[in-house]
């Protein structure tokens, strides 16, 4: 089971579709597939410079270590070291708060999808809102 490029488009569109019926700041949207590889990025005009990457280090961290940014974020909190060594092992692309969703279909990782630019409580709402509107399960940690 594999997660196509029309699928991570919908979550994207649906995420964004969120994000602006929110009235959230600009935000940047990026889904990986279980391997970790870039399958649909979209930046919002008026984002910041280096939001894409903590989007892209949000699904990045979720699928690298198997668990939602709001799990590692818990983690963080009580093994600080752990997420250090992780972050490093992982080449710099963790970021353990809230906006890193893995996606799933039956079950199966399928991939994830990290979005940034607003609140992390709003970032991961949006996620949320993209993988369910694609017909898939949401695993935020």
Request: proline share 3%; net charge neutral.
């Amino acid at each position: 089971m594999s997660l196509t490029l029309v699928d991570a488009r919908k979550i994207l569109d649906a995420a964004l579709d969120h994000c602006i019926d929110h009235k959230y700041k600009p935000m940047v949207v990026g889904v990986i597939d279980a391997r970790g590889a870039l399958v649909a990025y979209a930046a919002q005009d008026g984002t910041s410079l280096k939001r894409g990457a903590i989007a892209l280090g949000k699904a990045n961290g979720a699928v690298a270590l198997g668990m939602g940014t709001r799990a590692l974020m818990k983690r963080a909190e009580t093994q600080a070291y752990f997420i250090d060594a992780a972050t490093a092992a992982i080449g710099g692309s963790l970021i353990p708060v809230p906006g890193g969703v893995l996606i799933k279909k039956a079950g199966v990782l399928v991939g994830a999808i990290g979005v940034s630019g607003d609140t992390s409580d709003n970032d991961e709402t949006a996620a949320l809102a993209g993988i369910a509107a694609a017909g898939f399960e949401a695993d935020p940690g």
